[in-house]
């Protein structure tokens, strides 16, 4: 059984910054692809980030230059750094695991929520 459990969450003061952890058991990180979703009060789940198997990584134009997603194979866990946190980006983010083989699925966390306050 696949599980991931996201970590780092908090409230945090605008400008501020925050590292969210996402540590998988039954399954590994490595040779797969990984990314973070956010959801805000009363909006759809966005994916912000997202690393492909070989490690090239990709960000919404919306957190570009501020997050920057990282995984760690040792610790079998994927990071996600956020400097100059807005209030706007006040949500709960999920991880998930995508392993790219045949068949194609998907592992979520149960989300961890970031408060930035004004």
């Known amino acids: 059984q696949v599980q991931l459990v996201e970590s780092g969450g908090g409230l945090v003061q605008s400008g501020g910054s925050l590292r969210l952890s996402c540590v998988a058991s039954?399954?590994?990180?490595?040779?797969?692809?990984a990314g973070w979703y956010r959801q805000g009060p009363g909006k759809q789940r966005d994916l912000i980030a997202h690393?492909?198997?070989?490690?090239?990584?990709n960000y919404a134009e919306s957190v570009k230059g501020r997050f920057t997603i990282s995984g760690d194979n040792d610790k079998n866990t994927v990071y996600l750094q956020m400097n100059n946190l807005k209030p706007e980006d006040t949500a709960v983010y999920y991880c998930?695991?995508?392993?790219?083989?045949?068949?194609?699925?998907?592992?979520w966390g149960q989300g961890t929520q970031v408060t930035v306050s004004s």
């Open positions: 690393i492909n198997s070989d490690g090239r990584a």
């Open positions: 998930v695991m995508q392993i790219v083989s045949i068949p194609f699925r998907e592992y």
């Open positions: 039954g399954s590994t990180f490595s040779g797969n692809a």
